[in-house]
């Protein structure tokens, strides 16, 4: 299993922009889904995009399209989430997760959450 390490979130207005980081431990991300998930406090866990990492395929929730964009950097072996726009309701603890590509269950792997605060 791949381990994932995160950075970035915090604290913005609305309106404004964050950007999250999912760096792959022990491995890379050859073969593999990454993807972002959220999970705003009492509420279920939201998809927000995936990328496939060999083919960057990416995909997006309703929720956040247009306004998001995942994106990977080879060199770094690291998955990136650009959040604009941000909204209030965008606010919620941030997870990246990761798959194999010839998997089609759920994926297995998970980081352990960054937390985005978005202030009206």
């Known amino acids: 299993q791949v381990q994932l390490v995160e950075s970035g979130g915090g604290l913005v207005q609305a309106g404004g922009s964050l950007r999250l980081s999912c760096a792959a431990s022990?491995?890379?991300?050859?073969?593999?889904?990454v993807g972002w998930f959220r999970q705003p406090p009492g509420q279920e866990r939201e998809f927000v995009a995936a990328?496939?990492?060999?083919?960057?395929?990416?995909y997006y929730g309703d929720r956040v399209r247009g306004r998001f964009t995942i994106s990977k950097d080879n060199a770094k072996n690291t998955v990136y989430l650009q959040m604009d726009s941000l909204k209030p309701e965008d606010a919620a603890v941030y997870l990246c997760?990761?798959?194999?590509?010839?998997?089609?269950?759920?994926?297995?792997?998970w980081g352990q959450g960054k937390q985005v605060t978005v202030s009206s």
């Open positions: 022990g491995r890379t991300f050859n073969s593999y889904t």
């Open positions: 990328i496939k990492w060999t083919s960057e395929a990416t």
């Open positions: 997760a990761a798959k194999r590509d010839d998997d089609n269950g759920a994926f297995k792997s």
